[in-house]
């Protein structure tokens, strides 16, 4: 006989803090499915009912049909597959880690470098607070400078004088 499941093994509370917002609505309604097979599940007896063989042996008229049935009966087994596909799955699994440790260092370089970009933003003078001076002093590759570079509103390269469009053909 295989054995009896008495409660789900998936820590459902885990799970939901990974599920995006705008899957939430499928997520509660496969776990509504699954929480509802599982009381399904439960509410079977773990093994099959028990028969008085006897008093059908008394109310049958028909000689060794209850013992045909019984026999039958007794040496019925439910076929359960065989698990085929666990060793694979902990084969790809094992296979998976190395990418997800590649991965996983990848991005916490990529975390670390927006985090150093975030404490240089933070670090930078309210908004409010900047003059046109400090801006060009901070950037003066991109800060406006109309004595050395000078350029008409609304100062993009395609507005400025001699400027040609690379996509057109000469």
């Known amino acids: 006989m295989a054995k009896r499941i008495t409660n789900s093994a998936i820590n459902w509370k885990a799970l939901e803090k990974r599920v995006p917002p705008e899957q939430r609505a499928n997520f509660f309604a496969f776990k509504g499915k ?8 439960l509410s079977s007896p773990p093994e099959p009912p028990k028969i008085d063989w006897e008093q059908y042996k008394k109310l049958v008229p028909v000689p060794g049909l209850v013992e045909k049935f019984q026999s039958e009966y007794t040496s019925f087994k439910v076929p359960y597959p065989a698990d085929k596909l666990t060793a694979s799955v902990d084969q790809q699994w094992k296979e998976l880690q190395p990418l997800i440790a590649k991965f996983t260092e990848t991005n916490k370089a990529h975390i670390a470098a927006a985090e150093k970009e975030m404490a240089r933003i933070n670090a930078l003078p309210k908004f409010e607070d900047m003059t046109m ?3 060009r002093d901070m950037y003066p590759d991109t800060a406006l400078d ?7 509103w609304p100062h993009t390269e395609d ?3 001699g400027y ?5 053909k000469v």
């Open 34 to 41: 699954s929480e509802a097979y599982l009381r399904r599940m």
């Open 133 to 135: 001076e400090m801006v």
């Open 146 to 152: 109309c004595v050395n570079r000078p350029s008409f």
């Open 159 to 161: 507005e400025q004088l």
């Open 164 to 168: 040609s469009d690379p996509t057109t």
